[in-house]
């Protein structure tokens, strides 16, 4: 097994690297000379968090797949949760300093981020904010049953998604959000468009990327 105060890489469970801007988000903010507690939701097999952990940060991961919590839970020495990132914040509080939302809130409805983001305030008095989501310039934007609000709920398996809401944001209504009720400020945002293949299929993937202080 994977010794507790360190990450072999090849020993890991799952994804063995961080999101690229999730690097660069802990590094440019110079986290890396800060001891602080991580909270992350669709955590997954804690690839993210392998890098605050390996410099001495405590760490929460949070993810609704039971199978990659327990990769989690192999892999680096934190608390993880398997539950739904929504009842985690109605019925826990922690306190902590960071929180990282990566590639996690396109699958819960726009009104639900809502309520998320007004429980999610008790979990901090003034930290850091990673968040990454899907702008609408993806290639699934418009695909499967329209929800409204630019919500579709995905009806073929191309991304192996079938039967998944996916929920797509612009910069303008991510960052009055995340004002309204994280008090976001001293942000930087960034368009991640990439080219990726899905069984065969060359797409377009399209991100956008905050990170920012909160308080």
Sequence with gaps: MCK????????IKGLKYPDSYFIRFFFKNGLQNKRLKYLEFGCGNGNN??????????????DINEERIKEAK????????????????????FKVNVISLPNI????????F??????????YDRGFLFIRFRSYRDFRYGRGEDLGRGCYKTLDDLTSEK???????????????????????NYYLFHVDFE????????????????????
Excluded: H, Q, T
């Excluded at 039967?163 to 400020?185: Q, S, T």
């Design 74 to 93: 192999f892999n680096i020495k934190g608390e993880f949760f398997c539950e739904d990132m929504r009842e985690f914040v109605r019925k826990r509080e």
């Design 4 to 11: 507790e105060d360190s990450v072999n890489l090849k020993n």
């Design 196 to 215: 990726n293949l899905a069984k065969d299929k060359v797409i377009l993937n399209s991100d956008i990327v905050i990170w920012g202080e909160i308080e």
């Design 163 to 185: 039967g998944a809401i996916n929920c797509f944001y612009n910069e303008v209504e991510m960052v009055d959000l995340l004002r309204e009720y994280l008090n976001l400020k």
């Design 114 to 123: 809502e309520e998320f983001l007004k429980n999610l305030k008790k979990f």
């Design 105 to 112: 809130i396109n699958y819960i409805c726009k009104k639900d």
């Design 49 to 62: 968090l392998m890098l605050p952990f390996e410099y001495g940060n405590e760490v929460i991961g949070v």
